[in-house]
């Protein structure tokens, strides 16, 4: 199944990374199925990154919905029990940005998601009744250091909207706690620590939007392209689902979020993509630097 994320390969990133040559080490690799990379000038950097990716692969066995984690084991019984403290802290994030966004971010659009890829895939479209039938809401979820539950059957998640920026910020705050004040961690989504190996902001070229790069300093960037994946040979079925119809959506032809963390940056750039400009203005307040919407 084609996720959000292996989109952003498709899509062959709509942020492009800088090469910097005078960088001490630069790791690339592969984080919940998107391209990842790391930056880092420092004397014990290959040290500091190996760290770095492991925390990664810890993070991915919560939140990967290919490999068996705390989230395919939620899915799978309906219930998770004693979930690890990052799940509970992305759980508590997804509940915020739902509110912010009037429900355009739902991570319980993953039974929606499913049918859309079955149905495709067998040359059909989901029927109104089908969709109907779908057990889909956040207020559904519930969490607790206890446990997390749904409340209704046949209910599962998917975070592939908002974990990638989870990680980045998590990857960026193992750093701080080494001491490291100048890093770029990108897990699919970018977060900037300080500034590049030359001194300057880190330069993040924007794709699609006639070679705008973004200047990135102690801040995140996420970018969400509703036709950057779809489900029809035709093209014109977004992989954005909307979680509000269940029908296919998109207002924008490109959505690119910078902010404080790039959780919420992830998170907001999806949901961004299927509400029109006042609705993104009145959610896009609290810890969101800048907006940049491509018709």
């Known amino acids: 199944m084609t996720t959000r994320r292996r989109f952003l390969t498709i899509l062959a990133g709509a942020a492009v990374l800088p090469t910097l040559a005078n960088a001490a080490a630069s790791w690339r690799g592969i984080a919940l199925g998107a391209n990842a990379q790391i930056i880092l000038d420092h004397p014990n950097a290959d040290v500091l990154i190996a760290k770095a990716v492991t925390e990664i692969s810890r993070l991915e066995a919560l939140f990967s919905l290919h490999q068996d984690s705390q989230l395919t084991r939620l899915n799978a019984a309906g219930r998770l029990a004693d979930p ?14 739902n509110a912010r966004t009037g429900g355009a971010f739902d991570p319980t659009i993953q039974p929606l998601w499913a049918l859309y890829a079955e149905r495709f895939s067998a040359g059909n ?70 500034v590049a190996p030359d001194g300057n902001a880190w330069p993040v070229t924007i794709a699609n939007a006639g070679g705008q790069i973004a200047l990135l300093s ?22 954005i689902l909307d979680p509000r119809t269940g029908l296919a959506g998109g207002q924008w032809g490109q959505v ?38 491509i018709a």
């Open 84 to 97: 690890a403290p990052e799940m509970l802290e992305l759980l508590s994030i997804c509940s915020t940005v």
């Open 218 to 239: 102690n801040a995140a960037m996420a970018t969400s392209a509703p036709l950057g994946t779809v489900f029809d040979p035709a093209g014109r079925v977004s992989h």
């Open 125 to 194: 479209t989901p029927s109104a009744a089908e969709i109907a039938a779908l057990n889909t809401g956040w207020q559904h979820v519930q969490f607790s250091p206890a446990e997390v539950r749904f409340a209704k059957p046949d209910m599962a998640l998917t975070l592939n909207g908002i974990a990638q920026g989870f990680i980045a910020d998590k990857v960026a705050a193992f750093f701080r706690a080494e001491g490291i004040e100048n890093v770029l961690v990108n897990t699919g989504e970018i977060m900037a620590l300080g």
């Open 256 to 293: 690119s979020v910078t902010a404080t963390s790039a959780a919420l940056a992830d998170g907001l750039s999806t949901a961004f993509c299927l509400m029109d400009e006042a609705e993104i203005q009145a959610a896009g307040q609290s810890g969101v630097l800048d907006i940049m919407t």
